[in-house]
């Protein structure tokens, strides 16, 4: 799989904001992308996707204080507004060839993550 990379994860006061990172290689064209996050204790979720024609969709519970772009075909950028404590997670890049449709479904290409802490 196409390796992506995430940045600019970091520790945060709660309130805050901050925006993360995702660099995919060089020629890397895919149908979707998005942004993921993990929790300690708790499953991975969908944040927000955005397609090739820049249509974006976020998950109903945190739809407001996030924003999915794409500078370009090959970086993807996340700002997050007004962070809480829960906000804390591991968050991850991710992309997938094929329909977007599919909401967080079929995301197959996936970055390390970056770490982003609420105090």
């Known amino acids: 799989h196409v390796q992506l990379v995430e940045s600019g994860g970091g520790s945060v006061q709660a309130g805050g904001s901050l925006s993360l990172s995702c660099a995919a290689p060089s020629g890397f064209r895919p149908d979707c992308m998005g942004w993921f996050r993990q929790a300690p204790g708790k499953e991975r979720e969908g944040v927000a996707v955005?397609?090739?024609?820049?249509?974006t969709t976020y998950a109903d519970s945190l739809k407001g204080r996030f924003t999915i772009s794409k500078d370009n075909a090959e970086n993807l950028s996340l700002q997050i507004f007004s962070l809480k404590l829960d906000d804390t997670a591991m968050y991850y890049c991710a992309a997938r060839l094929g329909s977007c449709s599919g909401g967080f479904r079929g995301y197959n290409y996936w970055g390390q993550g970056t770490q982003v802490t609420v105090s």
């Open positions: 955005i397609d090739s024609d820049g249509r």
